[in-house]
């Protein structure tokens, strides 16, 4: 069985760390003409307008994934795209919004993967464009950045227990581990909320 494929796909919603249905969190926005591309498993925050735009790194408090795209109906053929929504294109997403919300997401683990001991730091993410062709994400939580920090957006919750799947450190020609996070600056709730 291949162990640690390198398949990058964002943030996958998986539950809540209260244990309830993460689909109950999912609410449509409106995005306006000046976005980046958000592709179905970016994390997302709101840009000084008001509206929102996918999240990069060092951005300011993120407040869900995408798990949905909607392009305005009866655009030109070249502006509807397959799941993901372009550049400045107007249309809707549809963001898991959940404070307490846990997701799936690989590490880049290439220079210094995570250990075990790096459950409950917090951890940036890899700004990456997703596929134009899946329409997946292309982000991924940045093995360097693990820290105490409370300003960055996600926490560490767990290493995903399957058998394709092992820290990247019990062996360095494998890395791209598969990692369980919630957030810890959540726009709506402030500071280290997955504590």
Known sequence: MAVNVDRVNG???VGTLAGG???ASIRTYTMDATHDAVFIGDLVHFDADGYPDQYDAGDTQVFGVCVGVEVNPGLNAL???PGY???NIAGKIRVATDPLLVMEVQEDGLVTPLVLADVNLNIEIISAAGSTTTGISGMEIDSTSAATTNTLPLRIVALVDRPDNQLASVDTTKPNARWLVTFANHAWNGLNVGV
């Open 11 to 13: 943030f996958r919603p």
């Open 79 to 81: 502006t509807e795209f």
């Open 21 to 23: 249905d993460w689909t």
């Open 85 to 87: 929504l372009d550049t």
